[in-house]
């Protein structure tokens, strides 16, 4: 990477760096090494990152109380959550242009670890981490997808985009997220050896996979605690594939949830849920790749599938940062969407009349209902704090989507070339709720955030299809039609179908 000493000009060469990173590669075959060798940036020992309390980020106030990242900790010293905070004042000393030049540099390299689209931002992640310590599998950079057609006859919108965090190693997007916290536990095992003998986390599905494959690539063992028979099976064989201890237990997440934290309470076993705020430093970079695939431009709204709430609050994060860094000059308006048999927010949003600064006053848990949105199947969000402030903040709203809705919104958005997992069809039901009703324009940008691949949930796909989940119409399903082994019969087929 060429960069030269100032701070304000355009000091990035996107075309000769990539050049002279091909070359690179073609003469070594450790990037590791390579990685070694490169010139840091030249303030790049003053960037930090501490655990600070949420309370302190929320209330905008300095208690004191802060904590290395090296540290195991979890809490606040009054139970509350803990969030990462950095030296804004010391990435503030570059210009907004040359992060914006340094991070498109970046884009589809293969210098580790700048090929993963999280690292390609690590100044703003983990910038005390040596680039050894990462444990990645080039993640992140996903497509966003301009949903044109579906846009246009389905919603009357010119500018609609998904963006497909779900095309990524696992399936979802929690690999943003993982990369950051099994890479931070890497550095930590390292340091202090036996401080840390496993990683573990409760999960619905996706959470689990994103981990044990991490967990995998580093040579970390990996515990995952799963609600039995509430899971897919291609969420269920990606922990096993990848050689976790997987626990089937006998009650919902949240009952997985409350154990696990009795047991990493006891045990030199790191937790890796979303109370954790080290993977939200990497889901937050899914919202700076929005920006930079809009060449720095901030779309209007931006709709994310809720369950434990952290992923909006991430989003936010990123957003923020940019605002604050002075690389964008506004926020979108987030969108929160819950599915109805897992809605506490969308019920205290509605409780509140929509008033965003009574939200947490109105704002109860819920016993989570079955859905087929099974990763967002929670009653009683860790981050519901955080996803507050973020709708605050973003003059957000919460819009909720029943089993049918967010099943035939999937289905219709299929049928314009998409694979959508339950979770998009709860985004994008809830857009179609907001297009209905005109709160979002035709002409918006909007983002609907993907959170997983379609291929992973083919059960309910398979079902939808076949028309047999009960008390549902499935009016987009396209059964297959059994024809006999005749041209006669095929051609007739074919001929009512299409009309001939």
Known sequence: LSVNKGINGPAIRPMSRKLSSVAKATSSNDIRKEAKNRVPLE??????????????????????????????????????????????KALAQYSPEYWKNLFDSRVGSTSWPYGSGIWSKKEWILPEISDDDIVSMFEGNSNLFWAERFGKESLKMSDLWVKQCGNSHTGSFKDLGMTVLVSQVNRIRKQKPGSVTAVGCASTGDTSAALSAYCAAAGIPSIVFLPADKISLAQLVQPIANGALVLSIDTDF???????????????????????????????????????????????????????????????????????????DRLPRLVCAQASNANPLYLAYQRANGDLKNLRKHYEAVKAKTTFASAIQIGDPVSIDRAIMALQDSNGLVEEATEEELMDAAARADRTGMFNCPHTGVALAALLKLRNRQVIGPNDRTVVVSTAHGLKFTQSKVAYHSQTLPNMACQFANPPVSVKEDLGSIMDVIRQKYKL
């Open 254 to 328: 949240d009952g997985c949830m409350r154990l696990i934290r009795q047991v990493t309470a006891e045990t030199p076993i790191y937790l890796a849920n979303s109370m954790n705020s080290l993977r939200l430093e990497g889901q937050k970079t899914a919202a700076i790749e929005i920006l930079q695939q809009f060449n720095w431009q901030v779309p209007d709204w931006v709709i994310i599938p809720g369950g434990n709430l952290g992923n909006i609050y991430a989003f936010y994060k990123g957003f923020k940062m940019c605002k604050e860094l002075g690389l964008v």
């Open 43 to 88: 303030h790049a020992k003053s960037f930090k990152a501490e655990f600070v309390p949420f309370a302190d980020v929320k209330s905008n106030e300095v208690s004191g109380e802060r904590y290395s990242l090296d540290q195991v900790i979890y809490r606040s010293k009054d139970g509350g959550l803990l969030d990462v905070q950095h030296d804004m």
